[in-house]
């Protein structure tokens, strides 16, 4: 799997160093792969899916606080998407109906792990009084 952010760095680095009219050397994407195979069994696939999606969530959740349900389902969609794309899936044997299914179950932990919730004003009474 490609590193996307220190490979964009590195493309961002070498254009600004190309600037100065010389042709520096290229940037080798290789070197910003992670070593090892790609998943083959369904289950691998599964967990490289939901690693990724929760890593990248919880960043995102981190920095905002919370994260609604479309940034969750975006967060998810971007990351398969990416990972199709660069032949992550290639071989391993998902159907296009278990992608759906795990890409919904994904989700559905993610929201319930870092839904919006209430901000409580601190050093006020929580507790409702008896009726």
Known sequence: MLVGFFYSKALAAKEAADIDGHDHAEVDECVFRYPGAKPVSKEAAILFMADSCEATTRAGAMSKGTL??????????NLIG??????????CELSFEEFARVRSAIIEALVGIYHPRIQYPKGEDRTAEPV
């Not at 609604?68 to 969609?77: A, G, H, M, N, Q």
């Open 82 to 91: 990416e990972r199709v794309a660069d032949g992550q899936f290639d071989e």
């Open 68 to 77: 609604s349900r479309e940034e969750i389902e975006t967060t998810v969609d």
